[in-house]
């Protein structure tokens, strides 16, 4: 018997977590985290519905949290390994989930300080020896490497553009009379014509299919970035203010630079100071200098040719929380770039801060806002916002320049999943707010004639 029950990422578009029960061995596809509203976040507490240490191995898609950050959890729970991840992800998650543990711990004793927790001192969800121990289980899989994980269940990671190391899990496994299933999830999907990376590879067909729905009732932006960016700093240059960019470390902080310098060098753009501020935002631009055969033609074209694609002139990377500190002093034009994306934590808070309530300020957002995130209120237009516990006027111009997602939008995913050779009995659609996955079911329910169901938290469906 053969059963999947879905953890995490059902209405809504974080923690995502996927346990597949083969014939009594568990397999757990992405151990994410929670983020967003309390209600979510309060889920990362809740205990797992099996035993930990019955879990045969984790396989991860990919490097962000929402995906990664509850692996440390698990850890701390006993579950020993095997992780399993591409040789980029294992890179990426050097640095991210000790960072992820930083904020845990942190957090706690901030609600120890203004005494928010009910335990005292506050516990972290995890620590960062937790996450030393969770980085010790990782094995590295190529993609396209056909992995057995037991006798009958095996696996194989199916590149997909996204972020550095991004792909598909692709788990094969045998029922009887020789037969088997396949169970293609998605992870997230990333987008055709974008720089740098690789693109998606197409949906090859599966029995079932387990896709993510990000922007399943949206399309991004038709414009071109280069055109946006452009408008919006030549404003920003001409207010001589500061522009603010809550970026995702990874991926949206190396596509930025890498359009910045694009823009500097075609001389659409004065070549004005920017600040990197993000130290995982330096390791992840490292990784993605280093990973070489991740790179599109364009990017190793560049690369042949002598140019460092992701350093536009004037690139200043900030190191210590006391140089972080010392850009409140600077004035315009400049950017900043910092993290976290949906401004959640990281230094883009201290920033934002200083700045929202400047109107020569831009706050330029990038990627996706989560409901219930600082972002998401920023870019609603809320007046004030809650920071470091006061509240802070927002008098800054609000951008988003939406056409740089690192998400397919519902074209996207349409294209992606359009042309399998075997069509998939079932399709489940997951990990977006209830109105994007309803939005994607019902497109490729009339677009491919799929059976497509949206599954409740904890659901347990039998394949
Ligand atoms: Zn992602």
């Not at 140019?307 to 004035?331: H, Q, W």
């Not at 900043?336 to 883009?348: E, L, Q």
């Not at 997602?405 to 399709?427: F, K, N, Q, Y």
Request: net charge negative; aromatic share 6%; charged share 20%.
């Amino acid at each position: 018997m053969v059963s999947l029950t879905f953890l995490g990422a059902t209405g809504t578009v974080t923690g995502s977590r996927y346990l597949v029960d083969a014939h009594g061995t568990r397999i757990l596809v992405d151990a994410g985290l929670f983020q967003g509203l309390k209600e979510l976040r309060l889920r990362n507490w809740a205990p797992f519905p099996v035993p930990v240490g019955s879990l045969a191995a984790v396989i991860l898609t990919h490097a962000h949290i929402d995906h990664t950050g509850f692996l440390p959890r698990l850890v701390r729970g006993g579950f020993d390994g095997p992780t399993y991840v591409t040789p980029p992800t294992s890179r990426l998650l050097q640095a991210v989930l000790p960072d992820a543990a930083h904020l845990q711990e942190e957090e706690a004793r901030f609600a120890t300080k203004v005494g928010s927790s009910k335990h005292a001192p506050a516990l972290p969800l995890f620590t960062v020896h937790d996450a030393q121990e969770a980085l010790g289980t990782l094995k590295g899989v190529p993609f396209g490497q056909r992995l057995t994980l037991r006798p009958g269940i095996e696996f194989t990671f199916h590149r997909q553009g996204h972020i550095l190391g991004a792909a598909a899990v692709e788990l094969r496994i045998k029922v009887g009379g020789g037969d088997h299933i396949t169970i293609y999830f998605s992870g997230d999907v990333g987008r055709y014509d974008v720089p740098i990376l690789k693109e998606p590879e197409p949906y090859p067909g599966s029995t079932f299919l387990v896709v993510e729905s990000t922007y399943g009732d949206r399309l991004h932006d038709p414009g071109d970035p280069r055109e946006q960016l452009t408008e919006v700093i030549t404003e920003a240059i001409e207010r001589k203010g500061v522009i603010l960019v809550p970026a995702f470390a990874i991926d949206r902080t190396q596509e930025l630079l890498y359009l910045l310098r694009e823009l500097v060098e075609d001389e659409a753009i004065a070549p004005l100071p920017i600040f990197l501020d993000s130290p995982m935002g330096r390791e992840a631009t490292e990784a993605y200098r280093s990973c070489v055969q991740e790179h599109d033609a364009e990017m190793r074209e560049l690369v042949r040719g002598g140019v460092d694609p992701l350093v536009p002139p004037n690139l200043e990377i900030i190191g210590r929380v006391d140089e972080s500190k010392r850009l409140n002093t600077i004035s315009g034009p400049a950017i900043i770039i910092s993290a976290s994306g949906m401004a959640t934590g990281g230094r883009i808070l201290h920033h934002l801060r200083h700045r929202l309530p400047d109107p020569s300020t831009t706050v330029v957002f990038v990627g996706f806002q989560a409901e219930g995130t600082r972002g998401r209120r920023i870019l609603d237009g809320e007046r004030e916002v809650k920071i470091f516990g006061e509240m802070v006027p927002v008098a800054a111009q609000v951008r988003s320049i939406s056409s740089l997602s690192a998400h397919a939008d519902a074209d996207e995913l349409t294209i992606w999943a359009g042309e399998p050779t075997r069509a998939p009995s079932t399709v489940f659609v997951t990990h977006g707010e209830p109105a994007a996955s309803r939005a994607l079911a019902d497109r490729f329910a009339a677009r491919f004639g799929w059976r497509c169901l949206l599954p409740s938290l904890e659901e347990t469906v039998t394949l």
